[in-house]
């Protein structure tokens, strides 16, 4: 199976911490795969480090076989869309906020319909101030603006967190329908276990900025969890 | 005599700070010896070139100079605002010197201001202090833009804009910030502002349409050269926020 992305002693410090030591893994492509461990393991600027917002202080992440430092980090982030942790709206309405990734590369299809409807929000939402939708709301709308990219990675940071039982089922499906039949490789940051147990194919587990382990959902122990 | 009458004011405010414990006393008494030193000072340098002018020497050299002071003076006073970001002061003194200078060169091309020392220092003190003014608000409130909304900044990012594009929101408010301000000045022009160069012109016996004609001229002057201003602050910020690899750098 080929890797998305492969990590060869990848290290990074912030603010004189080490936050993640000499971290090296495969990551499959067409999979998700669950990135788990406690706060501040260092699993989000794993995931920050994955699409250039930062880059590694020591060694190499290889993209599909090409050495991240060498992509364009414009190129890349659009290839490999980050869902940040906090789903930031950007001022106006969830149409706006859509549209903003249409209007920002002048992509030809200037329906937001489709976008809000592929991630399961009726079309009335369309006019909605962003700024008051709920937090699973928030995150679906996130996925929805980065839908027109046709993402070939989604990058999720905690995408279920401060959201209600029933937007996580719909957040969960979600994620799971678009990488099954759209083939989009997902790699899903979570502190909870059991979701990554019921969401992913692999499951890595960090710790201290170290790898602990990865394995495929099927042969995840739970004396492995931290 | 009349700087002896007006320093009664000056007690008065010292006096009143002092009962009230504002702790502004001692700022007071600083900005007070300090100005009335540095207006000393201006005044000298003027009648120099004036008389420089007078004999046919080559004042303009000497102008120049004072203006280059003057960008590197305003361009400090600016940075000062914004002591955490890099290269500030090099980012504050190309911006006010281009606003000022733009705006100051449209007055001389169009006959608005002669090629006068007398007119010309004092246009220039008015050009660069507001756009002084103009470029610190633009700094300070571009900083607390990136603190405030960095994860907008950074989703933005995230889905793939460029840095210009990331911070565009975020100058858009600066400018604005930084100009309403002015723009309001303008607005109650005559009704509750009767600005100095106006009052000036009308004490020393000038027409008031003249005056207020002149007036006018120079709050354009203003406002353009602080749009000026304000923008290349911003503009050349950029890169005091990201790297090349268009990536938030770490002291925001």
């Known amino acids: 199976m080929s890797s998305v992305y492969s990590l060869q002693n990848v290290s990074k410090c912030l603010g004189g911490k080490t936050i993640l030591r000499s971290l090296t893994m495969d990551i499959p492509e067409g999979k998700i795969t669950s990135l788990v461990g406690p706060s501040g393991s260092g699993k989000s600027t794993l995931l920050r480090m994955l699409n250039r917002l930062t880059d590694a202080d020591e060694g190499k992440i290889l993209y599909r076989g090409r050495d991240v430092s060498e992509i364009d980090p414009l190129a890349l982030r659009r290839e490999a869309v980050l869902i940040p942790q906090d789903s930031y709206m950007f001022p106006g309405t969830v149409r706006e906020n859509i549209l903003y990734t249409i209007r920002l590369f002048s992509l030809p299809d200037e329906s937001p319909e489709r976008y809000l409807e592929a991630v399961g929000m009726p079309i009335s939402f369309l006019d909605r101030d962003a700024g008051k939708l709920s937090g699973g709301e928030r995150k679906r709308v996130a996925i929805a603006r980065s839908l027109p990219l046709r993402p070939r990675v989604l990058l999720m940071d905690e995408p279920t967190v401060g959201v209600d039982p029933r937007n996580v089922s719909i957040l969960e499906k979600l994620v799971q329908g678009m990488n099954e039949d759209g083939g989009t490789t997902v790699i899903w940051v979570t502190h909870d276990v059991e979701q990554a147990l019921r969401v992913s194919h692999n499951i890595a587990n960090l710790k201290g900025g170290r790898l602990m382990g990865m394995t495929q959902r099927d042969d995840f122990q739970w004396g492995e969890a931290f | ?252």
């Open chain 2, 1 to 252: 005599m009349v700087l002896a009458m007006v320093s009664v004011l000056f007690f008065m405010v010292v006096a009143l700070s002092n009962w009230k414990n504002l702790g502004i006393g001692k700022d007071l008494g600083q900005g007070f010896v300090m100005g009335g030193l540095q207006l000393g000072l201006i005044s000298v340098l003027l009648l120099a070139l004036m008389e420089w002018e007078q004999e046919g020497g080559l004042w303009i050299g000497g102008a120049v100079l004072m203006v280059l002071a003057m960008a590197v003076i305003s361009g400090r006073r600016s940075a000062k605002r914004v002591p955490s970001m890099p290269q500030a002061f090099r980012i504050t003194s190309i911006s006010i010197a281009a606003g000022s200078v733009l705006a100051l060169m449209v007055l001389l091309l169009t006959g608005a201001m002669p090629l006068r020392p007398e007119f010309i220092i004092p246009l220039a003190g008015m050009a660069f202090g507001n756009s002084m003014d103009i470029c610190s608000v633009s700094m300070e409130r571009i900083v607390r833009e990136f603190q405030l909304n960095r994860g907008s900044i950074e989703a933005k990012l995230a889905l793939g804009a460029d840095s210009s594009q990331a911070m565009e929101e975020a100058m858009v408010i600066s400018t604005r910030a930084a100009l309403i301000p002015t723009i309001d000045r303008m607005k109650t022009l005559g009704i509750i502002l009767i600005p100095g160069a106006m009052a000036g012109l009308v004490m020393a016996g000038a027409d008031p349409l003249v005056a207020a004609q002149f007036q006018l001229v120079i709050f354009l002057m203003v406002v353009g050269g602080g749009i000026v201003t304000s923008m290349s602050a911003l503009a050349l910020s950029r890169r005091a926020f990201f790297n090349e690899q268009h990536q938030i750098r770490d002291w925001v």
